[in-house]
């Protein structure tokens, strides 16, 4: 069984700051991508950003400068750190990794955590 827990979010007035903190445990083999992503109310499921095994990392462009990822292969943590927040990033913020596991053979499945809240007002 693979786990991921995201920790954090909240309120936060525009301008703010908000860190997520996103760990991964159980039957893990490898990590491959991990992402963050968030749904705004009434919108689509959207990628916020992204870093390889490597340490290569993709942002969005509304999140570009503002945002900043971070990933601790040895924790198998991915952390997020958000700067002059703006309500337009208000939504529930998913942590998603690509995983092989002891039980997939050396595929690698898509797992989410459970979403965490944040909520940025004017």
């Known amino acids: 069984q693979v786990q991921l827990v995201e920790s954090g979010g909240g309120l936060v007035q525009a301008g703010g700051s908000l860190g997520l903190s996103c760990v991964a445990s159980g039957s893990i083999v490898s990590i491959n991508d991990m992402d963050w992503y968030r749904r705004a109310p009434g919108k689509q499921l959207e990628m916020v950003a992204t870093?390889?095994?490597?340490?290569?990392?993709r942002y969005r462009d509304s999140v570009k400068g503002r945002f900043t990822v971070f990933r601790d292969n040895a924790k198998k943590t991915l952390d997020l750190q958000m700067t002059n927040m703006k309500p337009e990033d208000t939504g529930i913020y998913y942590c998603?990794?690509?995983?092989?596991?002891?039980?997939?053979?050396?595929?690698?499945?898509?797992?989410w955590g459970q979403g965490t809240q944040v909520t940025v007002s004017e």
């Open positions: 998603n990794g690509e995983i092989v596991s002891m039980e997939s053979n050396g595929e690698a499945d898509d797992y």
């Open positions: 870093v390889t095994r490597d340490g290569m990392t």
